[in-house]
Nanobody, 123 residues
Framework: QVQLVESGGGLVQAGGSLRLSCAAS????????MGWFRQAPGKEREFVAT????????YYADSVKGRFTISRDNAKNTVILQMNSLKFEDTAVYYC????????????????WGQGTQVTVSS
């Protein structure tokens, strides 16, 4: 079992930045691909970014490409989502997820989920 806890959400003006963190505990973090998803009110949970275990590969949703950066520190069991140039439409609850298998961009690809952290961008 892997426990994931997100932090760093909050209220920010459009154009601003936030840095989300995801701390993993429980079973070894080793070998897990990690991802970030988000869910806005009334909408389905959507993929944001993913990173392989080795951090050698990353992949982003088109809507955040060039603005968001995913990274990980395996020694600290932490995954970071740096969000710059935030837009009103980035407002959502952001979830961290861990995948035992290969990385993916769909929710079924992930085995463990955090409780989420709210990000609100004011226009």
């Amino acid at each position: 079992q892997v426990q994931l806890v997100e932090s760093g959400g909050g209220l920010v003006q459009a154009g601003g930045s936030l840095r989300l963190s995801c701390a993993a505990s429980g079973r070894t973090f080793s070998g897990y691909a990690m991802g970030w998803f988000r869910q806005a009110p009334g909408k389905e949970r959507e993929f944001v970014a993913t990173i392989t275990w080795s951090a050698g590969r990353t992949y982003y949703a088109d809507s955040v490409k060039g603005r968001f950066t995913i990274s990980r520190d395996n020694a600290k069991n932490t995954v970071i989502l740096q969000m710059n140039s935030l837009k009103f439409e980035d407002t959502a609850v952001y979830y961290c997820a861990a995948a035992r298998g290969p990385w993916g961009i769909t929710t079924p690809a992930y085995d463990y989920w955090g409780q989420g952290t709210q990000v609100t961008v004011s226009s």
